[in-house]
T-cell receptor
Framework: QKEVEQDPGPLSVPEGAIVSLNCTYS??????FMWYRQYSRKGPELLMYTYSSGNKEDGRFTAQVDKSSKYISLFIRDSQPSDSATYLCAMSAGAAGNKLTFGGGTRVLVKP | GAVVSQHPSWVICKSGTSVKIECRSL??????MFWYRQFPKQSLMLMATSNEGSKATYEQGVEKDKFLINHASLTLSTLTVTSAHPEDSSFYIC?????????????FGEGSWLTVV
């Protein structure tokens, strides 16, 4: 079993819909949780960063962390075709300098 | 915001030659940088942790003599693929944690496409 599980998709939604992404993990030591967006042939771009449990909102993006269930989510409201990309969850156990463990990525396609 | 820059963006080399990829942190100093490789439609796989002023730490299964890492300054780490072969063709990405912003944000470079022919 992988440390971080993420549905590979693809997830296809119409423009304007809410995109719901999630990851589950097995390592209870993970404290820092991140979501990255990766366009084809590009490096990952940091979208959201959350420490421990709770919710965080930034514009159209909302990240949720439930450490008791070892489950994290990312919601994208009012999705746009430009949101079509692969979304990667990542997490680490310690402070800056600790390596990230990635999910496999979910490919999202927002259709106009 | 913080930026991590990689160079070159893409490179084609002949089998048996060596290729160097640079990773620079532009807005901050990074005592640690990470090198990943990513095959098409797969996630990032950590290859090694680059430590400024000391030896890199390699993940299991990664040949340290083939993938040479040098972290000579607080803003520059280099990955050299030695005696490259076609199976080394991949997307190589570096990242660096910025301890000065949000405590633990990790930024990625744009990646370097390596094709070995």
């Amino acid at each position: 079993q992988k440390e971080v599980e993420q549905d590979p998709g693809p997830l296809s939604v119409p423009e304007g819909a809410i995109v719901s992404l999630n990851c589950t993990y097995s390592n209870s030591a993970f404290q820092y949780f991140m979501w990255y967006r990766q366009y084809s042939r590009k490096g990952p771009e940091l979208l959201m960063y959350t420490y421990s449990s709770g919710n965080k909102e930034d514009g159209r993006f909302t990240a949720q962390v439930d450490k008791s269930s070892k489950y994290i989510s990312l919601f994208i409201r009012d999705s746009q075709p430009s949101d079509s990309a692969t979304y990667l969850c990542a997490m680490s156990a310690g402070a800056a300098g600790n390596k990230l463990t990635f999910g496999g990525g979910t490919r999202v396609l927002v259709k106009p | 915001g913080a930026v991590v820059s990689q160079h070159p963006s893409w490179v084609i080399c002949k089998s048996g030659t060596s290729v160097k990829i640079e990773c620079r942190s532009l807005d901050f100093q990074a005592t640690t940088m990470f090198w990943y490789r990513q095959f098409p439609k797969q996630s990032l796989m950590l290859m090694a942790t680059s430590n400024e002023g000391s030896k890199a730490t390699y993940e299991q299964g990664v040949e340290k003599d083939k993938f040479l890492i040098n972290h000579a300054s607080l803003t520059l780490s280099t990955l050299t693929v030695t005696s490259a072969h076609p199976e080394d063709s991949s997307f190589y990405i570096c990242s660096a944690p910025d301890g000065t912003i949000s405590g633990n944000t990790i930024y990625f470079g744009e990646g370097s496409w390596l094709t070995v022919v």
